[in-house]
């Protein structure tokens, strides 16, 4: 390949079409880099609504099913750019403003950094605080029997 030709295609690195073709980035594949960039940030305790997480709780019950990356992530990709909105369960604890700016930052790079888009937007909708007492409570409630 000559000097020229790899000049052409990595000018920008938001620039998905040269004069060699156009690449295309599906959704599912901004959604999946989203949902693994934002897993990585310290202080998320799991990924989508409530209804979302039991469905993800029951399909990794299912023997050879994989884990759902982008869970909790939905997407709108455009030709250069991308919007990305994110629900989750944060720890106990963990400040979510410095939580949402971690989330912004880790998926921000990520998303730009591997497929080229220019992220506009990262939302995140925080739905649940997860508070470890509460787990543990549970367990004990229902290992014990309520009648005799």
Do not use: C, F, W
């Not at 409570?137 to 229902?142: E, L, P, Q, V, Y």
């Amino acid at each position: 390949m000559s000097e020229k030709a790899i000049a052409k295609t990595t000018t920008t690195s938001s620039e998905l079409e040269s004069t060699q073709g156009r690449t295309t980035i599906a959704d599912t594949v901004v959604s999946k880099i989203a949902g693994i960039a934002t897993r990585e940030v310290t202080g998320v305790y799991a990924l989508g609504g409530g209804t979302a997480r039991a469905v993800g709780a029951l399909r990794e019950r299912i023997p050879g099913s994989s884990t759902n990356h982008s869970q909790g992530i939905s997407v709108e990709v455009g030709e250069k750019e991308a919007a990305i909105d994110i629900q989750l369960v944060a720890e106990y604890g963990v400040s979510i403003a410095d939580l949402a700016k971690g989330i912004r930052t880790n998926v921000i790079n990520a998303v730009e950094r591997m497929v080229g888009l220019s992220v506009v937007e990262v939302n995140i909708e925080v739905q649940d605080i997860h508070i470890e007492a509460d787990e543990s409570a549970d367990d004990s409630t229902n290992s014990e029997p309520r009648v005799q």
